[in-house]
């Protein structure tokens, strides 16, 4: 019996033959597959919001989507990480349900996905700096708050979206309501040779006379606080992935970046020029970000709240509850996930969903910022 008998009699048996042939086909294309998941995602509500647009930040276009089921919910802005691996063209198998309780705002950096694609590289390229990207994110999260009327919103940083977010929440702790870090940085240095060490025990462990020998040709590995060679992360990257620290039980993130073919949001070309984007970025800034150490941060004057993955040697989860248990700061709280990496929101999306909903959102809540 053939697939496409099979999807007719599941039609027929769940009550739902009186679909018309077009909507039972298969998609022949990218294109087609993107309008099954632009219309089962599209935003119905009444007070819905759904837009798609480019913003003057910075001086430049930078792409943004806005979604939620009523404008008047609290406002959520995600950081993406990377630098460059971009959250938009995937949020639509992760996002769905924050959209319930928040308007969630999805932006491609500079230098990064649909904003690379709209902007001249050699243009921009001098602006790729840490202090410009900060810039942008102050000027994103100022343009929000006017945008929707808010004094307050929450601010939720993944990986090197943490390093933007944090700094942010030093800056303007009373632009937000909250500071969500996932995937938090704190000591980048610390957090390279940790991860370095586990990958090569992963290896022995496993008896990988390749990844063992390719491991320590990098010895010393992140020495000090010098900057790592991309050359030199990027082959620790591969082993670490390959063993599941960077999504828990998963040799590597392959199957995360394939949805981003599906994405409603991304044309072909987009698609086309993501990984060109991902390059981009980490030429010019991942280097500099795994030389910080951002334990030195002691206060922030703005709730905290860290999602961290119990496997999470990417970014050192460890080492991020460490820095969290000496910071002060009006509100405080480590959520561990217990069957995630560094890929929180991807590995446990209904956890992330409960705790944003159950233990964030009430601070939007008591300061009257919810929909009637």
Known sequence: MSNRILWLLTLTVTGLASLDSSAASWPESRSDAVKVVAEIRRVVADEGVER????????????????????RNPVLLMLHGGPGWVSMPTSWYFQRGWEEYFTVVQWDQRGAGKTYAANEPSVIAPSMTREQMVSDSEEMVAWLRREFRKEKIFLLGHSWGSYLGLEVAQR??????????????????????RGWAWTLQQAQEDGNAKAVAELQELAPYAKGTAPVPLQS????????NYYGGMVHNRRGGDAEAAAIKLSPEYSDADVAAVWNGNDFSMEHLLSEVLSLDMSSVRRVDT????FLGRHDH????????????????????????????????????????????????????RAGDIAP
């Open 172 to 193: 303007h702790p009373e632009w937000l309501h909250a500071y969500i870090g996932i995937g938090q940085i704190s000591n980048a240095p610390e957090s390279e040779r």
């Open 233 to 240: 992360l990027f082959k620790q990257r591969k082993w670490l």
């Open 303 to 306: 709730p905290v709240f860290l």
């Open 314 to 365: 990417n970014v050192s989860s460890e080492l991020a509850a460490k820095w969290a248990d000496n910071l002060t700061a009006p509100e405080k709280q480590i959520i561990w996930f217990e069957q995630s990496a560094h890929e929180v929101m991807i590995e446990e999306p209904g956890k992330t969903l409960l705790t944003l909903v159950q233990q964030v959102r009430p601070i939007a809540e």
């Open 52 to 71: 798609l647009e480019k913003v003057r930040i910075g001086g430049i276009d930078q792409w943004v989507s806005i979604r939620g089921s009523d404008r």
